[in-house]
């Protein structure tokens, strides 16, 4: 875990993500932000985002300790990026690409109105997730990228990258 | 937990990624601060939600307010459904004529905050005030 407030990337991480980590990440990305004079609104929507990348990654990301996981945090101007990679499995893939292509063909109001309906009569997951994580990711994102390349015969790459105005 | 009466007070110390819990009935006041995002919400708040049913189920209404106060710092969405959760047991409580007063505390300057107490002002019929403070004088 390195920390610089000189170069354009404050924050990264490559390694192993659990509930022991996740806590450390948020204290170093609260400091960093507030010292950035990034605003509560703000600092709320990254930290929020950086909680659930990381818990979908702990939840469902593939271990293992050659492909470690990776977050990041970058500022460009006024823009801040935060970004993460893990390994998934081929057979996450097809679900990834269409859930995430629906969200993103989705207009800010009609996200609002998913995220309502499924706060008020959606379920819980097995893991205890309310299916709300990339609803709230997108559409309180000033951007958002991903991106699946192949990184062996098993797995796949899945990079997330999501922007803030500050 | 599950052995407790109604008049216990439910108390649970925070950590950096679950809330502090203090329902106190004999105080009237139910408060939940901090952050929440425990890998698995549903499991952290399960005996909680378990706890304000049994107490909603032999709660007798009278005239004296119930007094709920949240004050999140990050929270989870799954931890902000478990938090509907909650709100709508209160509201089972109010809808059997108990008067219930929830408090929505949060930084002025935190407009993300504003908004999550706003969506749930909407969702539920009981009181449900939103409170801006000053962090820095509070």
């Known amino acids: ?36 004079g990034a605003r509560p609104p703000v600092r709320r929507r990254i930290l929020n985002t950086l909680i659930e990348l990381t818990q979908n990654i702990i939840h469902y ?17 006024q823009h801040i990026t935060l970004t993460t990679r893990n390994l998934v499995y081929y ?56 991106e699946i390349s192949s990184a062996n015969q098993n797995y796949s790459w899945f990079t997330v990258k999501v922007s803030f105005v500050i | 937990m599950s052995d407790l009466s109604v008049s216990d007070n439910l108390i649970i110390e925070p950590t950096f990624t ?35 049913e049994n107490f909603v189920l032999r709660h007798t209404p009278d005239a004296h307010p119930i007094n709920v106060e949240v004050r999140m710092e990050y929270f989870n969405t799954s931890t902000a459904k478990v938090l509907l959760d909650l709100f709508r047991l209160f509201e089972s409580l109010y809808e059997k004529g108990q008067p219930v007063i929830v408090r929505w505390i949060y930084n002025k300057e935190d407009t993300e905050m504003e908004d999550a107490g706003l969506d749930y002002q909407a969702a539920v019929k009981m009181s449900f005030e939103l409170v801006p403070i000053d962090e820095e004088e509070s």
């Open chain 1, 1 to 36: 875990m390195t920390v610089s407030y000189e170069h354009r990337v404050l924050f990264k991480h490559e390694g192993p993500l659990d509930m022991e980590v996740l806590p450390q990440i948020v204290r170093q990305f609260e400091r960093l932000l507030a010292d950035g």
């Open chain 1, 61 to 77: 990301g593939v271990k293992d300790d050659q492909f470690p996981p990776y977050i990041g945090l970058s500022r460009e101007g």
């Open chain 1, 91 to 146: 057979s996450q893939e097809l679900f990834l690409h269409s859930y995430l292509q629906n969200l993103l063909q989705m207009s800010k109001e009609e996200l609002e109105a998913l995220h309502h309906s499924t706060l008020t009569t959606g379920s819980y997951s097995d893991s205890g997730g309310a299916n709300l994580g990339f609803v709230q990711i997108i559409s309180k994102a000033d951007d958002f990228s991903y």
């Open chain 2, 18 to 52: 679950t809330p502090a819990i203090r329902f106190e009935p004999e105080k009237r006041t139910f408060s939940i601060s901090g952050n929440s995002y425990p890998e698995n919400s549903l499991k952290f708040y399960s005996p909680i939600l378990q706890w304000l």
